[in-house]
């Protein structure tokens, strides 16, 4: 069955990064990308971007493109988000996601939390 | 930018009840139109796809329809396990969009 598996919570300072890992299994991991989501607490979904796990290639959203990386590895089918310069807006649940065109399974959420 | 603008925001209704949601976009996206249901505390589970085609696994009361702009995603006979936020997303174009949410309460 298709699972996403993400990396553990995550507390950092203001001005720190994060890098959030994301192992998918049950499927061939180069046939869909990822896309990377996020939820303030309280709020609604913030798409932050995608990478084509196939070529690399990759589409972020505007107001995040300055400080966000997307990569993959194929050769342990783990997608990765890095988060530079962490503000305390950025503390949310942050989700990966299996898409072809439409996002279908995700992953369970990982906390990062931003505070001094 | 797509702007997807969900309505209503909160819904309170009784089990047995027909739930009806709307999303419209703010230009033409076409079928590329898909919602999620989110429970507290986990991740979005996707129930629709394509503005009208259920993904697999997901019980037939929910249903879909609509294309260009407006959209629906219907529940027919509420029941207690339903309680939940609802959300629409585009994949038309980039960058990807998602509504604001429905959240539905049983009263």
């Known amino acids: 069955q298709v699972q996403l598996v993400q990396s553990g919570a995550e507390v950092k300072k203001p001005g720190a990064s994060v890098k959030v890992s994301c192992k998918a299994s049950?499927?061939?991991?180069?046939?869909?990308?990822i896309s990377w989501v996020r939820q303030a607490p309280g709020q609604g979904l913030e798409w932050m971007g995608w990478?084509?796990?196939?070529?690399?290639?990759?589409n972020y959203a505007q107001k995040l493109q300055a400080r966000v990386t997307l990569t993959s590895d194929t050769s342990t089918t783990t997608a990765y988000m890095e988060l530079r310069s962490l503000r305390s807006d950025d503390t949310a649940v942050y989700y990966c996601a299996r898409r072809s065109s439409e996002v279908d399974y995700w992953g369970q959420g990982t906390l990062v939390t931003v505070s001094s | 930018e797509i702007v997807l603008t969900q309505s209503p925001d909160f819904q309170s209704v009784t089990p047995k009840v027909r739930v009806t949601i709307t999303c419209r976009a703010s230009?033409?996206?076409?079928?590329?139109l898909h919602w999620y249901q989110q429970k507290p505390d986990q991740s979005p589970k996707l129930l629709i796809k394509y503005a009208s085609q259920s993904f697999s696994g997901v019980p037939s009361r929910f249903s879909g329809s609509g294309s260009g702009t407006d959209f629906t995603l219907t529940i027919n006979s509420l029941e207690a396990e339903d309680a939940a936020t609802y959300y629409c997303?585009?994949?038309?174009?980039?960058?990807?969009?998602f509504g604001g949410g429905t959240k539905v309460e049983i009263k």
């Open positions: 997303h585009q994949s038309f174009s980039y960058p990807l969009t």
């Open positions: 230009q033409s996206i076409g079928s590329s």
């Open positions: 990478i084509n796990t196939y070529d690399g290639n990759t």
């Open positions: 049950g499927y061939t991991f180069t046939t869909y990308g």
